[in-house]
């Protein structure tokens, strides 16, 4: 299963875009709510995670200590999706600043069509965007996976196929996000399902 830490608490008792996005494209998945419900007591019940978008930090982190969270994310070693502030954690925990870059509406992205994330999808793509926040340059151990004009570093991906970060919202359809961005959700699917077979024994 895969398991949502939700970020936003504008969706503390209605379900998000994100869980939408995850319905519409047949994801089983179960949330938790970090802002109320804090964190998956049991990690072996959650095969991936996705990170969400949201507004702060600070389940985890509180200036340059890390928070429970941060030590949750650090000590996860199966597939994650970060998605927004989902990415901009991830790059944290990689050592990377934040720099201010403020981008609200609909942009092209170009994406990396040979990264697992993106199979079978468009290029470019036109998604919704609203962050304030973005990376200066690509984590130690990342790769950059997709990109636009405005804020170059789009989409990232762990050199070890672990990890992935997107600064878009491919889950915001009603925002303008094409349809095709919805792919990304089953792709992340599939990354988890094949990292849970070759670790139990089923792969090759």
Known sequence: MICVLLNDSDFDRTLSPLEFALEKMGVLYRT??????????????????IISGGFTMKNYFEEKSDLYGASYLRNFNKPILGICLGMQILARLAGVSLVVSKE????????????????????????????????????HGYSIIARNDSTFIQAIASKDNLKYGIQFHPEEIDLGSEMDS????????SIVERHSTENSGGGK
Not at 32 to 49: I, K
Not at 182 to 189: G, Q, Y
């Open 32 to 49: 938790w709510r970090t802002f109320r419900e804090g964190f998956p007591q049991d990690a072996s019940c959650c095969d991936g995670l």
């Open 104 to 139: 609200l509406g609909l942009s092209r992205v170009w994406l990396d069509g040979g990264n697992d994330l993106f199979k079978g999808m468009k290029s470019p793509l036109e998604v919704c965007q609203r962050h304030n926040y973005a990376l200066p340059y690509v984590p």
């Open 182 to 189: 919805l792919k990304i959700f089953s792709n992340f699917a």
